[in-house]
């Protein structure tokens, strides 16, 4: 069974508040927190908000061209940091797995 957990401000949102599922009558649950490492170009991080996917995407789009400009010279610092030699970007993500039966 697949539940979705809505934002809530006394959640915590790690392993641990996952572990709430247990107080809502779901039996063996259970939760892990996923990593791993993302690697792709500068612009092919930059191609979703560039092309207006998803809400940041919309966002930027919807932004004067200065702002935009100003919006791309901050990803530009801050992408900076994940790239290594060959320019490629390593970028950490985590997720949690959370599972319980009824």
Same mark, same amino acid.
């Given at each position: ?25 779901? =039996?063996? &649950? ?11 170009? *500068? $612009? ?23 702002? =935009?400009? &100003? ?11 994940? *790239? $290594? ?18």
């Amino acid at each position: 069974m697949n539940v979705a957990v809505a934002p809530s401000p006394g959640l915590p949102r790690d392993a641990h508040g996952m572990g709430l599922m247990g107080s809502t009558g779901l =039996r063996e &649950a259970a939760c892990e927190t996923l990593r791993w490492d993302h690697r792709a170009s *500068a $612009d092919e991080w930059w191609s979703g908000p560039a092309t207006g996917v998803a809400f940041g995407g919309q966002m930027v789009q919807s932004q004067t061209p200065q702002i =935009r400009h &100003a919006i791309k010279r901050h990803f530009d610092v801050f992408s900076s940091e994940f *790239a $290594d030699s060959d320019g490629v970007l390593t970028l950490p993500h985590a997720a949690l797995l959370a599972r319980a039966l009824r």
